[in-house]
């Protein structure tokens, strides 16, 4: 059976060979992330492009959380718009309330 480590080490490889790094689930990212930080490089030349596809792996986990947080973003503000809209609601029935309110105790005065 072959070491974990080499099997994952090839399928890093593949990835971007075949530039299949984008289309990888979240968790093979990490595995992958893993297996690029914790082997072990004697080779100058190969250190590097090691370096390197962890450098892009880490770029596509964070382009993926940026996207989320556009998304988590978009509806914040969705949210806050209605709570805006709300507000201004209750503050037009607030003012018109107090008007009500001054021209029933005004009424009385007018009568006489």
Do not use: C
């Amino acid at each position: 059976m072959p070491d974990p480590w080499l099997k994952t080490h090839d399928e890093v490889m593949t990835a971007f060979r075949d530039g299949k790094v984008k289309d990888a689930t979240d968790d093979q990212l990490a595995a992958w992330l893993q297996n690029l930080a914790t082997g072990s490089v004697p080779n100058d030349t190969i250190r590097h492009a090691e370096i390197i596809r962890a450098l892009a792996i880490n770029h596509a986990q964070m382009a993926r959380v940026i996207r989320g947080l556009e998304g988590t973003m978009r509806e914040l503000n969705a949210a806050n718009a209605r709570t805006q809209t709300a507000v201004q609601r209750l503050t037009f029935v607030g003012i018109g309330l107090a008007f009500l309110q001054v021209l029933l105790a005004l009424l009385p005065l007018l009568k006489h």
